[in-house]
């Protein structure tokens, strides 16, 4: 069944949706025939992104909501299915970056990235899921990871290890909605994104003291990668394609991020210790090679 037959008509909920492949899912999303939700914490973004979908002819809802709130996102499921309807989709995606030295890293940088990048992926499951489950309706929730979430890699410590935390969270939850006999309805999914065009590095937070030079030069590597990033649009349409398959895992780029995952794995088998061979985010490197 192809990505259109089984999600038009649906509801889709987005968070992050203001830019990066969060605006690429909402977009396809929208092409492939449904009503698109809007949450980010940025007012003008969504908006924005609003306009343009109905100016499409898309019925599109903006929300802001701070996924750090729960009672935010909890508002946010309730309004969604009083006035929008029932949600096919869920993407929780929202999420932030941070460079520099794990010691460097400003405490509450640190806890916006556990607050953002995981407790907001909690709070959609949370909020969204108990309804999901009542309506018996066919759904789908996907939680972002990362190329991150299966490599090492240093002066983005939080960062990786907040995608390593949410592909965790998702593959439990996948065995939780089986043990609990719901599988037959509700499609729980991991995406893994590579290199997507997007504001993140931009917007990462970096460090007020310590090493600076080595933060700002991971963020110098970063922009470079960015250069020559996947368009998010085509990184969405891909995914949709590949939940549309059946798969847990999707992959903007399945050759480049399938590299990733396999070196994971041989390092875990093999059992060796990281070790630095390079400087770039690639999984032509090792796993702690950024």
């Known amino acids: 069944m192809s990505a259109r037959e089984l999600f038009s008509g649906g509801v889709a909920v987005v968070t992050g949706a203001g830019a990066g492949i969060g605006a690429g899912l909402a977009r396809h999303a929208a092409t492939l025939g449904m009503t698109v939700v809007l949450a980010d914490v940025d007012a003008q973004a969504i908006a924005s992104l609003r306009q343009q979908l109905r100016a499409q002819g898309v019925t599109a809802v903006d929300a802001v909501c701070d996924v750090r709130d729960w009672e935010a996102v909890e508002q946010l499921a309730e309004k969604t299915y009083r006035d929008v309807g029932p949600v096919r989709l869920l993407v929780n995606n929202a999420g932030v970056e941070q460079f520099g030295y794990l010691w460097d890293t400003p405490v509450e940088n640190w806890n916006r990235v556990v607050d953002i990048n995981i407790t907001g992926v909690f709070h959609g499951v949370r909020a969204f899921l108990p309804k999901i489950l009542a309506s018996r309706d ?7 990871s990362s190329i991150g979430g299966v490599l090492a890699t240093p002066l983005q410590a939080s960062y990786i290890m907040s995608k390593h935390a949410v592909l965790a969270l998702t593959e439990c939850l996948q065995l939780e909605v089986q043990l609990a006999g719901h599988d037959d309805h509700v499609h729980v999914q991991a995406v893994l994104p590579g290199a997507v065009v997007s504001n993140i590095f931009e917007s990462a937070g970096g460090v007020d003291d310590g090493d600076v030079v080595a933060a700002e030069s991971q963020r110098s590597a970063m922009l470079d ?13 891909a995914v949709f394609d590949q939940a549309a398959e059946g798969r847990f ?6 050759e480049y991020v399938g590299s990733a995952m396999a070196e994971r794995a041989e390092v875990l088998v093999s059992q060796r210790a990281p070790a630095l061979r390079g400087r770039r985010f690639d999984p032509a490197h090792n796993e702690s090679g950024s």
């Open 138 to 144: 066919p759904a789908w929730v996907w939680n972002l």
């Open 225 to 237: 990668i960015k250069a020559e990033a996947m368009d998010a649009l085509a990184a969405a349409e």
């Open 249 to 254: 895992y999707l992959l903007t780029q399945p």
